[in-house]
């Protein structure tokens, strides 16, 4: 579940053009699990204890990208484990073109 205080988070990029209601559903399908906080303004996929990803979508009249904000509460070496290790999973299980908008 998501903690109310987030303290770290890293951004990952897809180049594609999705619905944020698309991109959560499938970010659960490629890891198996099911979107949290439906009908909320902050829907999230849980990716492991301390760690989960929301969609960032494009404003009005801005072109793709999709970005896939990754949070922990742990650490900032946690939130870019989880977003590479979240990477790894997308890039195997869609045809997203995906790149980290972090430092690795």
Not at 58 to 76: N, T
Request: glycine share 6%; charged share 20%.
């Amino acid at each position: 579940m998501r903690p109310s205080e987030v303290e770290y988070h890293v951004t990952i990029v897809v180049r594609s053009a999705v619905s944020k209601i698309d991109a959560l559903a499938i970010l659960a399908l490629a890891l198996g699990t099911h979107v949290q906080g439906q009908g909320t303004a902050r829907p999230f996929v849980g990716l492991a204890k301390d760690a989960w990803a929301e969609i960032e979508i494009p404003k009005f009249g801005e072109p793709p990208p999709l970005a896939i904000d990754v949070y922990s509460r742990l650490s900032d070496d946690h939130a870019r484990l989880q977003a590479l290790a979240l990477m790894g999973v997308l890039e195997t299980q869609t045809a997203w073109n995906i790149r980290p908008h972090f430092t690795i």
